[in-house]
C-alpha cells in the first residue's frame, strides 16, 4: 500500500541522518556525478545498489529494455545534461539477462503500445540472426541481451551529443555491460569507447566475443 512508501521514507532519512549527520545537507549543494546509467526500467535492476553507489554519484535513465534510438528526445536529452552540463566521465549501457522486453522481441509476443519501441529490438534480433538460430534456444535471450546492449552502445556513441562532445576533446567513455538477475553481477561486454576514432573494429570485436561465447 502506498502509505507504507511513506513510512518507509521516514525511517530511512531518520537512519541516514543518524548514521551521517549533514548526509542531506551535503546532498542539496549540488549534484557532480561521474558517472551515467542507461538501464531497463525492469524494477529488479536499480542502478545505485548494484553499483554500491550513493545518491548524487549516478545519473540515471531508465526505459523498456535500455534502447537509445535518434528519435528518442527523452533520452537524447538526458544524455545532453549528463554530458554537456553535468560533465559525467563515463556512460554505462545496461542490460540484464531475462529481460521481458527483449524476450518479447524475440519470440515475437504482442506486449501492446510498447511493440512499436521493441521493433528496434527486433531489428537488433534480424541483423545477428547469423549469431542467434544456431545458438541453442535456451540460450537465445541472453544472447539477445548482450546484443542489445553492444548495439545500443554504437547508438549512443553515433549520437550528435557525444559526436560533438568528443569533437571538442571532452573526456567521456561508453561502456557496455549486462547484469545477471541470478547471481547480482554485472558482466563487461568489452565495448570501451572513448573517442570519433576506432568504433567500428571496437564494435565487430565485441560482437564477435558474444559469437564465440554462443558457439
Sequence with gaps: MPHKLFAH??????????ERPGFFT???????????????S?????????????PGE?????????????????????????????KV???MVVGHYGCGGVRAALENVRVGLADNWLRH???????????LDPAPESARLDILCELNVIEQ???????????DAWGRGQKVSLHGWVYGLKDGLLKDLNITIDGLDGMAPLHRAAIA??????R
Design 9 to 18: 521514507n521516514r525511517a530511512w532519512a531518520a537512519q541516514m541522518e543518524a
Design 26 to 40: 551535503d546532498l542539496m549543494s549540488q549534484q557532480k556525478p561521474r558517472f551515467m546509467w542507461i538501464g531497463c
Design 42 to 54: 525492469d524494477s529488479r535492476v536499480p542502478a545505485n545498489q548494484i553499483t554500491g553507489l550513493e
Design 58 to 86: 549516478v545519473f540515471v535513465h531508465r526505459n523498456v529494455a535500455n534502447v537509445v534510438v535518434p528519435t528518442d528526445l527523452n533520452c537524447l536529452s538526458t544524455v545532453q545534461f549528463a554530458v554537456d552540463q553535468l
Design 89 to 91: 566521465e563515463h556512460l
Design 121 to 131: 529490438i527486433k531489428d537488433v534480433r534480424d541483423r545477428h540472426s547469423a549469431i
Design 153 to 163: 552502445v554504437m547508438n549512443v556513441a553515433q549520437t550528435t551529443v557525444m559526436q
Design 209 to 214: 566475443g558474444v559469437a564465440s561465447a554462443s
